[in-house]
Each structure stands twice: as C-alpha cells, then as structure tokens.
C-alpha cells in the first residue's frame, strides 16, 4: 500500500507553465494559517497532509503542491492548476512549478458537485474526524485518500443536495481526514476553525 500523501492518479504534468498570477493571496494566507494550526503540515513519517484550492473563473483550479507542507511560508511555486481530469481513467492534468496535490481528484470531484462551491480545504484532525464520523457526510472506509473511488462517494455525497454550498464532509477510508468547502475560502476556512473550537472550548 502506498503510503498517505502519494499520488494514486496518473498525473500529467506541464512544469514549464507560470502560473503565478493565478494563485490568489489568501489561498497562501490560509494555507499558512492552517499550518501554523496543525490541521495541514508534515507527519512524523515526514509524509505532507492537508491542501486547499480555489476554483478559478476560466475553469479549474489552484491547488497547493503535492509535499508542501514542510514549506513555512507557501508562495505561488509551491501551488499548481489542475486542467482537467478524468476519473474513470484515474488521470489528472495539472500546470505550474508544483505537480498537483494527491487529492486533486477530490478537490475536483467537490467542485464538480456544486457549481455555487470556490474553496475547498482538506485538513487532518483526529478529534473531529472521530466526533463526525458517520453522524456528518461520511465517505466509505473502502475508499482511500487521492483515488478516483474516493472522488466519485464525494461527487455523489454532495451531488443530493445534502451538503448544499457550504459545510463538510468525513474521509471515512481516510484517518483523521476531512473535507471543507464554501462558496469562497474566507467561509470554508472560518467554518474549519469555528468545528475545531467547538472541541476545545467546553
């Protein structure tokens, strides 16, 4: 089994692409702000966990780079586009100077749910992992991290409606993991810290 935060999907990647006009300021704030938290970073395997992404207006998305998380300040080198992607055939089309993160197709598969979603953030937490599990949207323990079944439960989950333009959703095969979205990253960001308070704060 690879281990967490190894690309699954087969990648096709155009590194000589600049997309530095296309990474906006606060998808490298909250990035930086959720590391200094915790909830993304390095594991003590020294494998990264957790990404965040913006939707983009011509289409796509900014995503941060696959093994970023020892990075202290992100800047727009360390992110990269995802193009295009195809699930059933696994692949992924990314451009810029960092391949795509290994939940690309997640991050994909959220956008392709709801047109009204523009930030999605992925973040490691056990303790909310472990109060939401099964009572929030829950993904199957089958469907592990960065693969195309994962992004199809997750397509479907918030295709019924359910999770609307905002709220989040639980990595079932994926320990400690979870999904938050909204219509920009300022309310998925602030609705990822708000759950980690509820637990800290009696």
């Not at 079932?172 to 980690?196: P, R, T």
């Amino acid at each position: 089994m690879k281990p967490e935060g190894v690309i699954r999907f087969r990648c096709e990647w155009d590194r000589d692409v600049s997309i530095a006009d296309r990474v906006p300021a606060d998808l490298l704030r909250w990035r930086d702000e959720l590391l200094e938290m915790g909830l993304v970073g390095v594991d003590a395997g020294g494998i990264g966990f957790g990404n965040l992404s913006i939707r983009l207006p011509e289409g796509g998305f900014v995503i941060t780079g696959s093994q970023t998380g020892h990075v202290r300040v992100l800047k727009p080198e360390n992110c990269s586009k995802g193009t295009r992607w195809d699930y059933k055939g696994n692949r992924l089309w990314c451009e810029g100077p960092a391949v795509a993160s290994s939940e690309s197709l997640t991050h994909a598969a959220v956008y392709d749910a709801c047109e009204r979603i523009h930030a999605v953030v992925h973040v490691h937490h056990p303790g909310l992992w472990a109060k939401h599990k099964d009572t929030a949207l829950t993904t199957s323990m089958k469907s592990g991290f960065g693969t195309a079944e994962l992004a199809g439960e997750v397509r479907g989950l918030l295709s019924t409606g359910v999770g609307t333009d905002e709220g989040f959703l639980v990595m079932g095969g994926h320990k400690d993991g979870l999904v938050f979205f909204g219509k920009s990253l300022e309310i998925a960001g602030k609705l990822l810290i708000k759950n980690v308070n509820r637990l800290t704060i009696p």
